[in-house]
């Protein structure tokens, strides 16, 4: 049997950076992060286990510092927070804020933002916070419950697969053909390696790992692009998730992992594959 690695798979820039920022900060004394900084919980817990406090909670914060987590914050929230007398320290994505910044240049333009992700997601409530009207859609029915409007500005959560948003964004059109559909692509060249690498992995495989957090959107999404090539996706947090049955007449078998997951944990899979194919596992083979 043979294991071979998506070509990008794995923690992004965005996340190593906030998670290095997560440390250095707790250095310097005691650090609360608002929310799990990343859909990790192996980063989270290590984060616990080096004394980071994590809440989910404004109100249960007990430090004086407190993180916003890679996945952005509005200035609402970040206000209502200082306004406690807390220090606040942003890990926010550099992309993540890239779409902040195509969101209010689109509001001040006189467009009535449309945001392509999901509605309750930690990324999208902060790019809507600071909104006091605006949609969210995820399929075709969200577009079809839309108000008709002169000017729509679109942008898209950055971890959503570009094929959808301009799906969705082509749908708009259609359906308001008189109205003016500006769409700005804030989906993160990371999120954009990633899927297009899973295609190109599951087309290979027999079987496909994907490794990520449970709550991990980019990940979820990774599982949905390889499903789309590979009858036999399994996605998994860690190791200890992996079962010898899934191996059954497999030939080839592909891992992928979302832009959370550690390059400890994606090693650790790789090796436990090798030991339940009965040998020692191939090197990832790139391109």
Known sequence: MKIIRAEHLGMCFGVKDAVALAYETARHGPLTILGDLVHNETVVA????????????????????????????SDRAMNDTRARGLKVVEATCPLVHVAHRAVARLVGEGFHPVIIGK???VEVRGLTGDLDVFDVVLDEDDVAKLGE?????????????????????GLLRERFPGS???FVDTVCQPTKQ??????????????VVVIGG?????THELVKTCSRFCARVYHIQSAADLREDWLQAADVVGITAGTSTPD?????????????????????IRR
């Open 214 to 218: 449970a709550h991990s959107n980019n």
């Open 180 to 182: 003016d559909v500006r």
């Open 264 to 284: 400890s944990v994606i090693a650790a899979v790789e090796k436990a594959l090798g030991v339940l194919a009965g040998r020692e596992f191939s090197q990832a």
């Open 119 to 121: 509605r309750d997601h």
């Open 149 to 169: 409007r002169p000017r729509y500005g679109v942008v898209a959560q950055t971890t959503q697969p570009i094929d959808r948003v301009r799906q969705l964004v």
């Open 194 to 207: 990633r899927q297009n690498a899973a295609v190109e992995l599951a087309q290979r495989c027999d079987v």
């Open 46 to 73: 290590e984060l616990r286990a080096a004394g980071v406090r994590v809440t989910q909670q404004p109100a249960d914060i007990n430090t004086r510092t407190v993180m916003v987590t890679a996945h952005g914050a």
